[in-house]
Nanobody
Framework: QVQLVESGGGLVEAGGSLRLSCAASGRRENFNTMGWYRQAPGNQRDQREL?????????TNYGDSMKGRFTISRGTMDTVFLQMNSLKPEDTAVYYC???????????????WGQGTQVTVSS
């Protein structure tokens, strides 16, 4: 059994920064891709927005509204981080860590999800 555990969410003023972390526990998978999605207030699960992905080799992919502000990175042992700078109120959402056994392509739903961490950006 694999669990993804997020940390680092919270309340920040517009223009501020936050760093999210996620670590996998349980069975070691060595995921080919890890990443983050977010679900804005009022949206349903199937409306989650891709934030960013990163492969084991370090190839990254970002959602359009995050480019230039967010940076995804990977550590060892199936850990992934999301540095979020220049935060805006519209970045307010629950952020979910996600993991794929394969390499991410559009439409490939993650096999594993974290429980989510709340990020709130005040104006």
């Amino acid at each position: 059994q694999v669990q993804l555990v997020e940390s680092g969410g919270g309340l920040v003023e517009a223009g501020g920064s936050l760093r999210l972390s996620c670590a996998a526990s349980g069975r070691r998978e060595n995921f080919n891709t890890m990443g983050w999605y977010r679900q804005a207030p009022g949206n349903q699960r199937d409306q989650r927005e891709l934030v960013a992905t990163i492969t084991r080799g370090g190839i990254t992919n970002y959602g359009d509204s995050m480019k230039g502000r967010f940076t995804i990175s990977r550590g060892t042992m199936d850990t992934v981080f999301l540095q979020m700078n220049s935060l805006k109120p519209e970045d307010t959402a629950v952020y979910y860590c996600s993991a794929w056994r394969g390499f991410y392509t559009k439409g490939y739903v993650p096999e594993f999800w974290g429980q989510g961490t709340q990020v709130t950006v005040s104006s």
